[in-house]
C-alpha cells in the first residue's frame, strides 16, 4: 500500500471516529466506538489466523503456537487500538489555550514521544501478557494440541479483548490511568527480564546485571527502563498541573516537586541507556541521583506542597527510612547489593505511583469547586 493510500485511509478513519463520537461524546459513546473496535479487530483476527492454522495441529504456547501468534498479533493490536483512541478524542481544530481531554493542562498536549511510549507500553504488556497466559495454559494442559477453527476463534478473541481494552485507555487517558498503567508495565517487564535471563544467577550481582550486555534479557530490562523513565516524566508534568496553589510560595514548590519527579524519571531512563557493564561510572551515578532525589523530594514534600495529606508524607517518611535501613543492611554486609536494589526500586516506584494518584485526585475532581473558591486557585507555571 502506498503512502498515499495510507493517508487516505487514516483519514477515512478519522472521519468514522468523529461521526461515531459526535459533536461532544459521553462515556456511552466511547464505549459503544471500542465494542466496534474490538468487533473489527475479532473479525480481522479469525480472517488471518485461520488460513495460517488450517491443516496444524498446534501448541499452546512456544515457537509457532497459538501463544505467540496472539503475543504478536496483540501487540500490533494494542498499538493500532490505542493510536485510534486518541484520534478519537482529539479535536476537529484543536485549541491551543484549550484543555485535551483527561490531561487538563491549558496550553499543553501530549509531545509525540510521550505517545510513542505510552503506546509502546500498552504493546508490551499485551505481548507479555498473552505469552504468559499461553504458558500457564500450557502447563494446565500438558501435551493438548489445538485444532486450527478453535485456534483462530481463541486469537480472535484476544485481539478483541486487546483492542478493547486498549481503545478505552486511550480515550480515558488520566495521570491516574497511565499511573496503573506504569505500574503493569513496570512488573511484566522485569519478570520478563528475569526468566529470559541467561545468567540464572544473576541475583548474584545486582539488580544490574539485568541490562549487561552479556545478558540475553538486556534488551528487555533496558528498553523497560527507558519507556518507563519517559512516562514518569509524561505523568509528572500532568499529574503536578492540577494541584491548588494559593500563593507564589506553592507554586515554586509545585515546581520543585515536578521537576524533581522529572529528573528520576529522566535518571531512571539514564539507567537504562548506559548499562553498566559498560558505563559504570556513569549508570551507578545516575541510578544514585535518582535514589538520593526522590529522599529530597519525600522529605520536602510538606514544604513543597501544602495541601498534600499529611498521611502521605508520613506514608513517603516511612518508605526513605526503610531505604536508610536497607543501604545500613548492606553496608554491614547483612543484605547483598540485589536485595537492596530490588526493595528499594518497589519502594520508589510505588510511592511514585501513589503520589501520582494522590496528586490527581486533589488536582483532578475538585476542580469545579476550586474555580467557584476564591481561595484556592490553579495557576498556569
Same mark, same amino acid.
Given at each position: ?9 487514516a483519514d477515512r478513519i478519522v472521519q468514522v471516529l468523529r461521526q461515531v463520537r459526535g459533536p461532544a461524546a459521553s462515556e456511552a459513546v466511547y464505549e459503544a466506538t471500542a465494542l466496534i473496535v474490538g468487533g473489527a479487530f ?8 485461520? $488460513?495460517?492454522? *488450517? ?7 512456544? =515457537? ?5 501468534? @496472539? ?25 491551543? &489555550? ?7 493542562? $491549558?496550553?499543553?498536549?501530549?509531545? *509525540? ?17 498473552? !505469552?504468559?497466559?499461553? +504458558? !500457564?495454559? +500450557? ?8 485444532? &486450527? ?20 485507555? =486511550? ?43 552479556? #545478558?540475553?534479557?538486556?534488551? @528487555?530490562? #533496558?528498553?523497560? %527502563? ?54 559504570? !561510572?556513569?549508570? #551507578? ?9 526522590? &529522599? ?6 510538606? *514544604? ?14 516511612? /518508605? ?10 548492606? =553496608?554491614?554486609? /547483612?543484605? #547483598?547489593?540485589?536485595?537492596? +536494589? %530490588?526493595?528499594? =526500586?518497589?519502594?520508589?516506584?510505588? *510511592? ?27 495557576? $498556569?507555571?
Amino acid at each position: 500500500m502506498t503512502d498515499g493510500a495510507m493517508r487516505v485511509l487514516a483519514d477515512r478513519i478519522v472521519q468514522v471516529l468523529r461521526q461515531v463520537r459526535g459533536p461532544a461524546a459521553s462515556e456511552a459513546v466511547y464505549e459503544a466506538t471500542a465494542l466496534i473496535v474490538g468487533g473489527a479487530f475479532l473479525v480481522a483476527g479469525f480472517a488471518v489466523a485461520l $488460513p495460517v492454522f *488450517w491443516g496444524h495441529e498446534l501448541a499452546i504456547s512456544g =515457537a509457532g503456537s497459538i501463544g505467540a501468534f @496472539a503475543a504478536y498479533g496483540g501487540a500490533a493490536t494494542a498499538a493500532i487500538s490505542f493510536a485510534l483512541g486518541r484520534l478519537a478524542v482529539r479535536p476537529e481544530a484543536p485549541d491551543p &489555550a484549550a484543555a485535551r481531554d483527561g490531561f487538563s493542562v $491549558p496550553g499543553d498536549r501530549l509531545r *509525540w514521544y510521550d505517545l510513542t511510549a505510552i503506546a509502546f507500553a500498552h504493546a508490551a504488556i499485551a505481548y507479555l501478557g498473552w !505469552l504468559g497466559i499461553a +504458558e !500457564l495454559l +500450557e502447563r494446565s494442559f500438558v501435551d493438548a494440541p489445538v485444532f &486450527a477453527f478453535p485456534g483462530a476463534i481463541l486469537v480472535a478473541v484476544a485481539f478483541a479483548l486487546t483492542a478493547y481494552v486498549c481503545f478505552l485507555s =486511550a480515550v480515558a487517558l488520566t495521570p491516574m490511568v497511565l499511573s496503573l498503567v506504569l505500574a503493569v508495565f513496570l512488573v511484566v517487564g522485569a519478570f520478563a527480564s528475569m526468566l529470559a535471563s541467561s545468567d540464572v544467577h544473576w541475583w548474584r550481582d545486582n539488580l544490574s546485571a539485568l541490562g549487561m550486555s552479556s #545478558n540475553s534479557s538486556s534488551a @528487555a530490562f #533496558n528498553v523497560t %527502563l527507558v519507556i518507563a523513565g519517559i512516562m514518569v516524566t509524561t505523568i509528572s508534568r500532568y499529574a503536578t498541573a492540577g494541584l491548588p496553589v494559593d500563593d507564589p510560595v506553592d507554586r515554586r514548590g509545585r515546581r520543585v516537586v515536578r521537576g524533581g519527579l522529572i529528573l528520576m524519571g529522566l535518571f531512571l531512563a539514564c539507567v537504562g541507556i548506559f548499562p553498566v557493564d559498560e558505563f559504570f !561510572l556513569l549508570h #551507578n551515578t545516575v541510578a544514585t541521583g535518582m535514589a538520593v532525589v526522590f &529522599a529530597v523530594v519525600v522529605v520536602g514534600l510538606p *514544604w513543597f506542597l501544602h495541601s498534600i495529606p499529611r498521611v502521605f508524607v508520613a506514608f513517603g517518611w516511612a /518508605y526513605v527510612l526503610v531505604i536508610a535501613l536497607l543501604a545500613a543492611f548492606f =553496608a554491614v554486609g /547483612y543484605y #547483598n547489593l540485589t536485595a537492596v +536494589e %530490588l526493595i528499594a =526500586a518497589v519502594l520508589i516506584f510505588s *510511592w511514585i505511583i501513589v503520589f501520582l494518584r494522590t496528586a490527581g485526585s486533589i488536582g483532578g475532581t475538585p476542580r469545579v469547586l476550586r474555580e467557584s473558591t476564591p481561595t484556592a486557585t490553579v495557576a $498556569p507555571d
